[in-house]
């Protein structure tokens, strides 16, 4: 077996006798490797290191090759990595705060040895909760699982639990760091902008009570920086989009080479734009287009820009011919507008303006919303009829400081900042936008991020080269709580304050100090947690209910065919319980939605399990997120869960959420599930319904069971007659 660090292959010392006890191990699951670029010598040989995450698992090499002459290889090989003496901690990924968790200790040794265990809680440096538990003895085998305390988790945004275990001179120690999501309705303040000297922005939280605070700062002492940040960081909503990767990483590479950005900057962008170049054949489908699941005009649209806006910044050039294609048939069999403003402007940035197409649909510019408006002006100025361009961008409807929609925003400033540059209107857009993507707050379609670099990126395109020499002072009500320096490499830096902090503050005033010369981007969000949800609430779409049940009874191993209608309250550990969460609701034209569910810290989800007919689902940050397209009818949802930790579980409520318009939203009403430790059965009780009873009433009958059939039979005829 290989050698773990954190005490050796055999046990570490105990630390007595002056040392200090070894480091914990980091328990960090999905920990995996990836490179996607090994050239090998002369012979066909590469030497590759990889650093093995601390965790006693089974590790598994893949590697592929492939020749200029496209000949393909693969091999295997698996590598182990454990101690002779060594614990395990089995806690949730995320908690929430007030869950009440109740952890699994493992270890493994030697058959009747005796070993100490200790719990501690640490929030940074500081250590929360200290806790010891008497002697085990190590079972048959050599292995033995504990049921740590129960602990209530704290307001916080991330914990540390680390388990020690000793046996004489052999100790081992684990440490693993769970994210705490806050409890409660979030309440928002959010400012930032641009400036070339001194700045400031003032943030003033909604009235209502509130149980915690925190502030998150986003500082780009140049924006280059900025762009690059934006452009390297995934979305937090809708699934990653290779298209939006790719154009969001070509227009901040642009960008930065026009302004002299620092050779770490461009070397960051460099290599990430090869590696998503790299992703685009496994990418495609047998049709030419892009998309998960399914191929989409929408990405195939965003990906074929995307290596348009690439291709001079790569040596590496992908064939896009054949998506042309997929977009071209595409075109003759779609009657909305909308799509077809959108290929044609695909087609356009790559080089395959059409202009009897485009002057075809100029006809109907009359219905064309703010988006396709955009888009079939940029064909035009593609075209060179920049009359008819002016004309069309003239059309788009004036920005709104209200607005919070990113996308129609990013399209409605790449036209502007093309066509009609450098106005009022186009510098106020481009702060905006600006201030919402700087730390990342809500929601966003797959396009959004790489659109919004793409936007600003050719919005402030006649930037200066960067300032060698610049510092930016960050004052929190007069007190510095951060200094951004540029010499030389530097990225955008955020600064996180939190309750410890900002106390029961609800306004605070945020400074930015300039020294040196600069232009650069601030951004600053202030969040506030209330202790409860309230009632359901309904601001456009309802959300009807959200119940756990028992999973589908089984006869012989096999499921009967009739669902459960028996809540569950309490969960055995493995239990299967199955999730129905009852709506209906139907995207409008223009927009998205998106229901968020957020899923109880002590469960896990069963992927195969998940139903309902959206157009994408994901999980993320502790919420499983079903996305709908617009138009498409939004109806009951179902997935299962299983129970894995033990304790008392919080769960926010189910949100219903409209992408284009966060303020059309419906919410359900909180809940909490149980988790039992081992061995210990649910106390629910279980009532079978009709459907039930007529299953396994058929199911004994048929294997001429007759009074077993009987005794389910009997209540449905009873009832009858009644």
Known sequence: MAGMPGGGG???????????????????????????????????????EVPLPERATRWRFTARGVTVSTLVGQARSEVITAKDFFCELLA????????????????????????????????????????????????????SEVLLPEIEVPTSDALTFVLRAKSGALEDSVAKDVAVLPWG???????????????????????GELRSRWLTVMVGPSLEDTLAELALSSGRGWPSSLGGRLLGLSSA????????????TLARLETALRQAIAAVGPRQSSSGGFGQPSPSVGETCLTLWGLAAARELSSFRPDTRVSEVFLKNHYRSTRSPAEQAQILHALAEAGQADFKLANSLYRSRNSLDPIALAQLALVFHRLDRLEVARELAGRLPAYRQESHDALQGAWQLLAMARIQPGTPAAQALAARLLEGRGTGVGLAEPAADGLVVAALAEHLGEGQPASDDARITVLLDGKTIGVVERRGSHGATRLRVGPDVLGDRREVVLRFRLEGRARYAYAATLRGFKPSYGPQTRQGYRVSSRTYRHAQLRHRGREIGAQSTSTVKSVELGQRVEVYVSLSARAPSSSGLVLVEPIPAGLGIVPESIGGGSAYHEFRDGELRFFFRPGQYVGGLRYALVGRVPGAFRIPPSRLIEERNPSRFGRGSASQLTVLGPGIKSPDPYELNDGERLALGRLHFAEGEFGEALTHLTPLFTRKRR
């Open 10 to 48: 055999g046990g570490g010392a105990s630390g007595s006798g002056g040392e200090a006890a070894p480091a914990p191990r980091k328990d960090e699951l999905g920990g995996g490797f990836w490179k996607c670029q090994i050239t090998t010598d002369a012979q066909g040989r590469a030497r590759v």
């Open 92 to 143: 949730p990924r995320h908690v929430r705060t007030g869950d009440r968790p109740q952890l699994l200790a493992r270890v493994h040794g030697k058959a009747g040895q005796s070993v100490e265990l200790g719990l501690d809680i640490r929030q940074g440096e500081r250590t929360l909760i200290s806790t010891r538990r008497d002697s085990i003895v190590l079972g048959p085998g050599g292995t």
């Open 185 to 207: 309705e979030e309440l928002v303040a959010h400012g930032g902008g641009t400036a070339e000297g001194d700045a400031s922005v003032s943030l003033r939280l909604p009235p």
């Open 253 to 264: 590479l642009r960008y930065a080479r026009k302004t002299g950005a620092d050779r770490a």
